[in-house]
């Protein structure tokens, strides 16, 4: 399934491209997840692209990386995404059933 296109500019790519994120509470199929140290990608020709976010899961106890889960956001979710430290933060707590 290709991702939602929405309104996203090169200085959105440029801010948000390959930054770590942080994510509590997100709907992702039928599941309610939380994630830090996640990677936030964004895709834009200037004008529309989308977004996503990579979260890699760990096997113990050598904690090497065993999938990444891609996570498509919607505009919504992209809009609400804050700053938090040195990178982002996407708090959907409280918003279940919201995308």
């Known amino acids: 399934m290709s991702p939602t ?3 996203l500019t090169n200085e959105d790519r440029e801010k948000y491209n ?3 994120i942080e994510f509590r509470e997100l709907p992702v199929d ?10 936030l990608r964004v895709s834009s020709d200037g004008t529309d692209g989308w977004a996503e ?6 096997a113990n106890p050598e904690h090497t990386s065993i999938l990444t ?13 804050t700053p938090l430290g040195d990178g982002f933060l996407l708090d959907w707590s409280g918003k279940a059933g919201r995308s």
């Open 30 to 39: 039928g599941a309610v997840l939380s994630a830090k140290g996640a990677t």
């Open 5 to 7: 296109r929405y309104h």
């Open 18 to 20: 390959d930054k770590k």
């Open 53 to 58: 976010i990579h979260a890699d899961g760990w």
């Open 69 to 81: 889960r891609v996570i498509n956001l919607s505009e919504n979710a992209f809009r609400s995404i």
